[in-house]
């Protein structure tokens, strides 16, 4: 199995951040196979889900929306409502895996690879590319 570690830059708000280009070069010369994609972290996960036409902000509203930032939450150490941050990974899962094939991603038109993060008190992201090969 092939790993590769980088670094995200997410700032200081709830970001999507889009991974498909990072898992896409990571996977290019491997063949077929599946890749795995992880985020190593308590607060934050992944999804698969269409960029750019509004989609990935309308996720992010809805986890507002779902998961307000103020006192309700038991787990209260961090910035403000922080305990919403850790419930995130039961809903917006830490792992995903994605066919490749002949070195591409097996995605569909749309779809594209999210690092979905909405805790405010980790600027830079770890994610894990891993890949196991067919042969």
């Known amino acids: ?21 990072e898992a896409s070069s990571f996977a290019s ?3 077929d196979g599946l890749l795995s994609v992880f985020v190593p972290h308590a607060t934050a996960g992944l999804a698969v889900i269409e960029t750019g036409a509004g989609s990935d902000d309308d996720l992010m509203a809805h986890l507002e929306t779902l998961f307000p930032r103020d006192d309700r939450w038991r787990h209260r150490h961090g910035a403000p409502g922080h ?3 850790h419930v995130l ?3 917006v899962s830490p792992s995903l895996t994605v066919p490749v ?10 779809q594209s ?3 979905v993060d909405t805790n405010v ?6 994610v894990r590319f891993s890949f196991l090969g067919s042969g």
């Open 1 to 21: 199995m092939l790993t590769k570690i980088v670094e995200i830059p997410t700032g200081n708000m709830s970001a999507a951040v889009d991974l498909t280009s």
């Open 29 to 31: 010369e491997l063949g």
């Open 83 to 85: 305990g919403r941050d």
């Open 89 to 91: 990974p039961g809903v």
């Open 101 to 110: 094939l002949g070195g591409q991603l097996a995605l569909g038109t749309w």
């Open 113 to 115: 690879i999210v690092l």
């Open 121 to 126: 008190d980790n600027p830079v992201r770890q």
